[in-house]
T-cell receptor
Framework: DVKVTQSSRYLVKRTGEKVFLECVQD?????MFWYRQDPGLGLRLIYF???????EKGDIPEGYSVSREKKERFSLILESASTNQTSMYLC????????????FGPGTRLLVL | SQQGEEDPQALSIQEGKNATMNCSYK?????LQWYRQNSGRGLVHLIL?????REKHSGRLRVTLDTSKKSSSLLITASRAADTASYFC?????????FGAGTQVVVTP
């Protein structure tokens, strides 16, 4: 079974802090994705990566950056957390090529005070 | 921007009855996927239907796709308490998924 894990289930940070959200997948998937989920808005794509050291902006990249140094790990970075980044963050991975399903991690609920 | 729009936003259904939810989208797609999310958890893939398919079944799930109307429906037959969850459609255009806001389904005894 594919396993996608995220470093924290719940996280509380203060405005201005630098925040790292880690995602690890164990199925050698090339593609990895970061989404945020807000009530009434569904999932919105922040960044994605087709392979190691590659990254592409999604629909809402502002205020975020990513890092993909190893194939299995995709990190989302909030350079200076703000209260409007309070949200549920979901990581997903997928074998390269479409059509393929995405496999999601359990999510990290981030609260920025 | 949201590509898929689910309807209804919320659905309460009695155990044993069928539940139907719809998804409309705006642009051309390669395929459309349905996912389920239990409260506070990640999404689980349910079914994928390609743009050249009209209907697909998986267990108690039936998905239809009408590309001329840019719409899809998900039918859950003989619903169970364990089907209580949020259901999302996602359209796939060249590898990127665009999700709708979801339909929240509650199955009551």
């Amino acid at each position: 079974d594919v396993k996608v894990t995220q470093s924290s289930r719940y996280l509380v940070k203060r405005t201005g802090e630098k925040v790292f959200l880690e995602c690890v997948q164990d199925m050698d998937h090339e593609n990895m994705f970061w989404y945020r989920q807000d009530p009434g808005l569904g999932l919105r794509l922040i960044y994605f990566s087709y392979d190691v050291k590659m990254k592409e902006k999604g629909d809402i990249p502002e205020g975020y950056s990513v890092s993909r140094e190893k194939k299995e790990r995709f990190s989302l970075i909030l350079e200076s957390a703000s209260t409007n980044q309070t949200s549920m963050y979901l990581c997903a991975s997928r074998v390269a090529g479409s059509p393929e399903t995405q496999y999601f991690g359990p999510g990290t609920r981030l609260l920025v005070l | 921007s949201q590509q898929g729009e689910e309807d209804p936003q919320a659905l309460s259904i009695q155990e044993g009855k069928n539940a139907t939810m719809n998804c409309s989208y705006k642009t051309s797609i390669n395929n459309l996927q349905w996912y389920r999310q239990n409260s506070g958890r990640g999404l689980v893939h349910l079914i994928l239907i390609r743009s050249n398919e009209r209907e697909k079944h998986s267990g108690r799930l039936r998905v239809t796709l009408d590309t001329s109307k840019k719409s899809s429906s998900l039918l859950i037959t003989a619903s169970r308490a364990a089907d209580t969850a949020s259901y999302f459609c996602a359209t796939d255009s060249w590898g990127k998924l665009q999700f709708g806001a979801g339909t929240q389904v509650v199955v009551t005894p």
